[in-house]
């Protein structure tokens, strides 16, 4: 599937009733983790981004980013004393197209295969190269670049260089990183095999 038409196709699951269910049940799952996430003295682990990545995997960009978007301004409307910034909500979005064009329709492309000699078997690891993947560049264009720039612009973290606001925000994303990958590897198989199962679409892989 070309880059152009994985958009258009994504785009084609909104006429499906069951992708706004399932999306709209994803975003509402994405609040609840939200409110569980992990508070540290000088960083937060949130989890909120493996609905999103779920929502990206099954319905694509054009979904997820549109999902990206909801999720930002459910959780204002959930959490009405914090103020709203609408710059936020397109950082927001562009983290559900990163999972979205990473890991929709996994397998329309080269198949990333780790072989085993001894029982002369293969397993199909594009799903999980692809989730490293997307998690990498959602931590790093997002959280690293865009969200440190508007932190500081916006005052949320204590006035600094850019550059050495980076530096020190690479630790917490690191720690992040160790935790989400993982999750990611669990949460994304579950979904899609609970999905194929459910009926909603025989040919997704």
């Known amino acids: 599937m070309g880059f152009f038409s994985m958009f258009k196709k994504s785009a084609e699951e909104l006429r499906s009733v069951r992708c706004v269910v399932v999306t709209g049940f994803l975003v509402a799952v994405s609040m ?22 779920s929502i990206g995997m099954l319905f694509g960009p054009s979904v997820s980013l549109i999902a990206g978007c909801a999720c930002d301004i459910v ?30 329709r996994k397998n329309d492309g080269v198949s990333i295969k780790l072989a085993n000699n001894k029982t002369r078997s ?28 508007l932190n500081l612009h916006y005052g949320f973290i204590p006035e600094q260089a850019y550059g050495a606001a980076i530096v020190a925000r690479v630790s917490k994303n690191v720690i992040e990183l160790v935790v989400d990958i993982p999750l990611l590897f669990m949460l994304l198989p579950v979904v899609l095999i609970a999905y194929k199962r459910s009926g909603a679409d025989r040919k997704i892989s």
């Open 32 to 53: 609840v983790i939200e409110g569980f996430s992990i508070d540290f003295s000088w960083f937060k682990i949130n989890f909120a981004f493996l609905a999103i990545a």
């Open 122 to 149: 293969e397993r199909d690891i594009t799903l999980f190269v692809r989730a490293i993947f997307a998690r990498l560049l959602d931590v790093v264009f997002i959280n690293l670049i865009i969200n440190t720039k």
């Open 75 to 104: 959780g204002y409307i959930a959490k009405p004393g914090q103020a709203f910034l609408p710059i936020y909500i397109l950082a927001a979005g562009l983290q559900g197209l990163i999972y979205g064009i990473c890991l929709y």
